[in-house]
């Protein structure tokens, strides 16, 4: 064989082994290509999930409570100027009017409500009586539960039925009797979930009127729509 053939007979290993290492080389590249992929899909689906997570957390303690709550399928209207005798349930011989407070203690709106409460309290305690009625899981709480909430000693009825004489649907609510038991007002403390808007800020606002003698006081149609937790026991309701 001539000299400058002498090296052939190596093409055909050459040839071999760089397949062979081209093949390596795309395997490799297959395998970064896919676990890329596959940590880019882990990627997504954990961001999804947190965004999902957020998203119902949102929902569960923001969006929902910014509708107004489902009308049970038995509510009664009780329209101003009703009586409604709560004499049996709490201490009416002072012969002052009596802010009723409907409070749930698992409720977030009753929770971000309890401050505005107590200044409501400090404020007027010399004009007015002041109750609340729980209205949560029976059994889940004791009176002095719900006056170490407030740091206050109020009288605490845990009767549902005064919520249903006064038409009451969710918590927080407001209703306010004048000295002879008649219905003053029924309604939302305030606008501004954390009661932090003076002009709609209800439940004061209805306290003046009754203190001023004002007996037809004008209200925004807002003050009157429930908002915030239903009550425990609705489990059929309707829509408004």
């Known amino acids: 064989m001539p000299k400058n053939f002498a090296g ?18 795309l395997c490799i590249s297959k ?6 992929r596959a940590r880019k899909w882990l990627v997504t689906s954990w961001l999804l999930l947190v965004l999902t997570c957020v998203c ?28 409604i005798d709560v004499s049996q349930t709490f201490d009416r011989s002072s012969g002052k009017p009596i802010l009723i407070h409907f409070f749930n203690p698992d409720c977030p709106c009753s929770k971000f409500n309890i401050k505005h409460v107590k200044s409501l309290v400090s404020k007027y305690k010399d004009s007015f009586d002041f109750a609340i009625v729980v209205l949560s899981e029976k059994g889940k709480y004791d009176a002095s539960d719900i006056n170490d909430k407030f740091g206050l000693d109020l009288q605490i009825s845990f009767d549902e039925d005064i919520a249903k004489k006064c038409g009451v ?9 004048d000295a002879e038991s008649r219905l003053f007002f029924k309604g939302n403390y305030n606008k501004a979930r954390y009661c932090t808007d003076a002009k709609s800020d209800y439940a004061r606002m ?28 609705d489990k059929t309701c309707r829509k408004n």
């Open 31 to 36: 395998k970064n290509y896919m676990g890329k």
């Open 169 to 177: 649907i969710s918590t927080p609510q407001a209703v306010i009797l």
């Open 56 to 83: 119902w957390i949102f929902w569960s303690t923001e969006l929902v409570y910014a509708k107004p709550t489902p009308i049970p399928s038995d509510y009664r209207e009780v329209s101003a100027g009703s009586a």
């Open 206 to 233: 209805a306290i003046d009127s009754l203190l001023k003698h004002k007996t037809d006081p004008k209200f925004n149609p807002l003050a009157h729509v429930a908002y915030g937790c239903a009550l425990p026991s």
């Open 8 to 25: 052939l007979e190596g093409i055909p290993r050459f040839a071999k082994n760089v397949g062979s290492t081209r093949h390596k080389v």
